[in-house]
């Protein structure tokens, strides 16, 4: 069921773009790809699930390893599902890991700024930020990260061939179901 929902959602990918192309790649980036890379995280966790319980029944490692199996799946579908949405809704936004490292930036934000993700990823993206600016915006970044807080800033990128363009940033704090910190998710708005 879930899977068609995602084929449904490449498909109206696809029918935007007008591209058989597309919607195979649609498919391919938003099941195929994030079920391989989940799919090698889910065996080693349940590889050193087998180890810690060594000592039980085959029978309770294979009940123990189809459960984290499913939470893994259902976690993961959801996770594309927003990663989709949010890609489609023509938002410039990024994602930044629990020590403010972006890890994921929207082709919306590339063209806002002008900057390709791998450039954005990490701390690269500072240097999108104007000379003037970029200690006092990555001060007050540093500090919402350390504190545990939102971010919300004007600022400006330095577009590679628009020039300055002023934009007004917030990133909200991504939390477990325990209140820890994961990461945050920020979006950009020219202003």
């Given at each position: 069921m879930q899977y068609i929902i995602y084929i449904e959602n490449a498909a109206l990918v696809a029918g935007s773009i007008g591209s058989v192309a597309a919607f195979i790649y649609g498919v391919w980036k938003y099941i195929f790809k994030p079920i391989q890379t989940r799919w090698n995280i889910i065996?080693?966790?349940?590889?050193?699930?087998?180890?810690?319980?060594?000592?039980?029944?085959?029978?309770d490692n294979e009940s123990l390893r189809s459960k984290i199996i499913r939470m893994d799946v259902r976690l993961m579908l959801c996770e594309a599902r927003t990663r989709a949405a949010m890609q489609l809704s023509k938002i410039a936004h990024w994602e930044s890991d629990k020590h403010g490292r972006c890890i994921f930036a929207?082709?919306?934000?590339?063209?806002?700024?002008?900057?390709?993700a791998e450039q954005i990823k990490?701390?690269?993206?500072?240097?999108?930020?104007?000379?003037?600016?970029?200690?006092?915006?990555?001060?007050?970044?540093?500090?919402?990260?350390?504190?545990?807080?939102?971010?919300?800033?004007?600022?400006?990128?330095?577009?590679?061939?628009?020039?300055?363009?002023?934009?007004?940033?917030?990133?909200?704090?991504?939390?477990?179901?325990?209140?820890?910190?994961?990461g945050l998710i920020g979006i950009a708005t020219p202003i």
């Open positions: 065996e080693k966790t349940c590889n050193v699930v087998d180890k810690e319980l060594g000592s039980k029944s085959n029978e929207s082709k919306d934000l590339c063209d806002l700024s002008g900057y390709s990490g701390y690269g993206w500072i240097n999108m930020i104007p000379h003037d600016m970029r200690k006092k915006v990555q001060i007050e970044w540093e500090k919402c990260v350390k504190e545990e807080r939102d971010f919300s800033m004007n600022y400006a990128y330095t577009h590679p061939e628009k020039g300055i363009i002023p934009v007004h940033g917030d990133a909200f704090i991504v939390r477990d179901n325990k209140g820890k910190m994961l």
